[in-house]
């Protein structure tokens, strides 16, 4: 193999955008209904707004291919770059840190539906599953949590991303293993990238237009 692991790194890197740049949503609202999930709903090409449009089922078939695109370049492909140049530039750590927010990106901005693609949120859950799987369930009971109090599935993710430092800080005191610092300086941007991609149900949410999941709020009838 050549001996230039700099520009295979970008090969891979583009490799791994192009796989999370999978417009999932986008093509199974077509197969199933021939409609642009982007024209319905609130025209974002993810997999809340497949829920919303066409149901639970190909909502659920959406966000498990999403996660899959984030833990496959973060899991996979990165170990198998790294295998193949025994002096790396980077370390693994990084290289899967790098490897999965490229496959973030690609959901986000895809380059197969003119860089309209979805919040991320689904993919970069995939990418933290394959780094650090055991602060995955703290942080889904806090979006749970959220959804079920407020509706928003826009407030659950945010708030589900600010939490994700705090668990990875705080878990090593309970002897989990410690993060590496690279996925700690990571997780610390996630935030500013989760709510940057929600700044449209941002706006939503402060005129009081933004979209709520009303069937799983269980304490709606106190509030």
């Not at 809340?48 to 899959?68: A, M, Q």
């Not at 055991?134 to 939490?163: D, H, K």
């Amino acid at each position: 193999m050549d001996n230039n692991p700099l520009l295979f790194f970008f090969i891979y890197l583009f490799i791994c955008y192009l796989i999370g740049s999978f417009p999932t949503s986008i093509l199974v609202s077509y197969f199933l209904q021939k409609i642009d999930i982007r024209e319905h709903g609130s025209h974002n090409a993810g997999a809340t707004n497949v829920f919303r449009v066409l149901g639970w089922k190909p909502g659920i078939f959406v966000i498990v291919v999403d996660v899959f695109k984030g833990w496959l370049p973060t899991y996979f492909v990165a170990d198998s770059f790294y295998n193949s140049f025994p002096e790396n530039i980077f370390e693994l750590g990084l290289i899967k840190i790098l490897f999965g927010f490229a496959a973030v990106l690609g959901h986000s901005y895809t380059i197969f539906a003119n860089f309209q693609g979805g919040k991320g949120v689904g993919t970069l859950l995939g990418m933290l599953i394959a780094l650090f799987p055991i602060a995955i369930p703290l942080c889904m009971l806090i979006f749970l949590f959220s959804l079920i109090i407020t509706g928003y599935v826009s407030v659950g993710s945010i708030l589900a991303s600010i939490f994700l430092p705090i668990s990875l800080l705080t878990l090593p005191l309970m002897g989990v293993t410690p993060p590496s610092l690279s996925l700690i300086i990571f997780s610390l941007l996630i935030p500013f990238f989760v709510i940057f991609t929600h700044r449209s149900n941002i706006s939503r949410l402060r005129t009081g237009n933004e979209n709520k999941f009303e069937k799983v709020m269980v304490f709606k009838k106190f509030f």
